[in-house]
């Protein structure tokens, strides 16, 4: 399985590389925008633990 980062990167070159159909461009930009907001949750979450935890003393 890929991690989201390198999905990222993946569909990213795909579109900028201009390798799609109309169709295929539209899919591949719906699935990058539906990975980039995962991350962006994803990290949003990770940074909310780490603001919840308490500093050692």
Request: net charge negative; aromatic share 0%; proline share 4%.
């Amino acid at each position: 399985m890929l991690t989201i980062d390198r999905q990222i990167q993946e569909l990213r070159m795909e579109l900028a590389a201009c390798l799609l159909t109309r169709r295929e461009r539209v899919q591949a930009r719906r699935e990058l925008d539906t990975l980039l907001t995962r991350h962006a949750d994803r990290n949003g979450a990770v940074e909310t633990l780490a603001a919840d935890d308490p500093a050692p003393d």
